[in-house]
């Protein structure tokens, strides 16, 4: 049995990763109405034993449309003209995206204006104070 490595220390088995083929458009003549070349990949990582809980939750908050609301990631791959090429191309954006759930997020250390960034801002403020002057009408004054 193989399975997808995604890290070092992380990979994916085989079994809990189910896939279906279907017709594929795209290049291919008429050959593309008769054979099945396209990959539906689907990966439920809920309910993956070899997924760590950090990248699960990491998954979870991922607004993508590829993850489905029982947690299956669906990916269709149709890209090239042969099955294989396709279940590649299926797993290496699978690895992708599970390396990008793996990685832990830099931590922001919040950090004070520069001088140089606040004097830049209120001359900027006072430019468009200006700008905004200038466009109204002028009014008569009594002396």
């Not at 070899?50 to 998954?59: F, I, N, Q």
């Not at 489905?68 to 669906?74: A, L, N, Q, R």
């Given at each position: 049995?193989t399975?997808?490595?995604?890290?070092?220390?992380?990979?994916?088995?085989?079994?809990?990763?189910?896939?279906?083929?279907?017709?594929?458009?795209?290049?291919?003549?008429?050959?593309?109405?008769?054979?099945?070349?396209?990959?539906?990949?689907?990966?439920?990582?809920?309910?993956?034993?070899?997924?760590?809980?950090?990248?699960?939750?990491?998954?979870?908050?991922?607004?993508?449309?590829?993850v489905?609301?029982?947690?299956?990631?669906?990916i269709?791959?149709?890209?090239?003209?042969?099955?294989?090429?396709?279940?590649?191309?299926?797993?290496?954006?699978?690895?992708?995206?599970?390396?990008?759930?793996?990685?832990?997020?830099?931590?922001?250390?919040?950090?004070?204006?520069?001088?140089?960034?606040?004097?830049?801002?209120?001359?900027?403020?006072?430019?468009?104070?200006?700008?905004?002057?200038?466009?109204?009408?002028?009014?008569?004054?009594?002396?």
């Open positions: 049995m399975a997808l490595k995604i890290t070092d220390t992380l990979s994916i088995p085989d079994k809990e990763m189910q896939f279906s083929y279907c017709c594929s458009g795209g290049p291919g003549g008429q050959n593309v109405n008769k054979v099945e070349t396209g990959v539906h990949l689907r990966f439920n990582f809920r309910h993956s034993e070899s997924l760590p809980p950090h990248c699960r939750a990491r998954l979870e908050a991922l607004a993508d449309s590829r489905g609301k029982d947690g299956t990631i669906t269709k791959a149709q890209r090239y003209r042969t099955r294989e090429q396709n279940r590649d191309d299926a797993l290496n954006r699978l690895a992708h995206m599970l390396r990008k759930a793996a990685a832990k997020p830099k931590v922001r250390h919040a950090t004070r204006p520069t001088a140089g960034s606040r004097k830049l801002r209120l001359e900027e403020k006072k430019k468009r104070g200006q700008a905004k002057i200038l466009r109204k009408k002028p009014t008569l004054t009594e002396s």
